[in-house]
């Protein structure tokens, strides 16, 4: 084989490559935000002149009035910030227009005074092991499902307002030290065995009671 067909592949590979479009001379300067409105920002460089500037892809920390900032200049016009020098007020936004990522191979922290989470559409948080901790809590939801193979609680005390509950158990087994129900109306229905058994029984009536079976077995 000659030489010529023994590199014809990458001569091959090479003419087809599109080559990458340059953005012109460029040069690293300083600035201060004029304005700032979505995505699009205007800068004044120290030498008076003003230009129209975009973040760059690794410059996360949104750019505000007032700030100053690093950028990459043509010598044209238009400018990339790459990274913000200083900040007029206190405030920190962090801007991504696309998907986010992190990632940390040992433990990730997320601390502040008031830290708020909020999901436009979805909000997911997955992990073998799980614990919430808090002097106090408050949940809302217009609809909530609760499903798990095992569930233990522990409360001091527990107080429950509902409109309406409807339980399906297939077993129930509770122990009781004092229970007290104040009811307008209680209606029992027991499909098989209905079994009461107590030391000393009480009941009492202001109008009538009402006993009816095929047999009434007393003593």
């Given amino acids: 084989m000659s030489k010529a067909h023994a590199n014809a592949p990458c001569l091959s590979v090479i003419k087809n490559t599109r080559p990458l479009r340059s953005p012109g001379p460029m040069e690293l300067d300083s600035g201060v935000v004029l304005h700032a409105e979505s995505g699009a920002f205007t800068l004044r460089f120290e ?38 020098l200083e900040k007029e007020s206190r405030d920190w936004n962090l801007d991504c227009p696309g998907e986010l990522r992190i990632s ?72 009781v030290e004092y229970e007290n129900t104040r009811a307008g109306n209680i209606n029992v229905t027991v499909e098989e065995r209905y079994a009461l058994k107590a030391e000393r029984i009480s009941e009492q009536a202001e109008k009538d009671v009402f006993i009816d079976g095929e047999k009434i077995l007393l003593g």
């Fill in 47 to 84: 030498d008076g002149t003003v230009s129209i500037a975009k973040l760059a892809a690794s410059c996360l920390l949104s750019p505000e009035t007032g700030d100053m900032v690093l950028a990459l200049r043509r010598h044209t016009n238009g400018a990339y910030i790459l990274h913000v």
């Fill in 104 to 175: 940390a191979d040992s433990s990730c922290t997320l601390r502040g005074r008031d830290v708020d989470i909020a999901g436009a559409g979805k909000l997911s948080m997955t992990a073998t092991e799980m614990e919430l901790t808090g002097a106090s809590g408050q949940v809302n939801f217009l609809s909530f499902s609760l499903l798990a193979q095992n569930m233990v609680t522990r409360l001091r005390k527990v107080e429950s307002f509902a409109g309406r509950v409807v339980q399906r158990l297939g077993r129930c087994l509770r122990t």
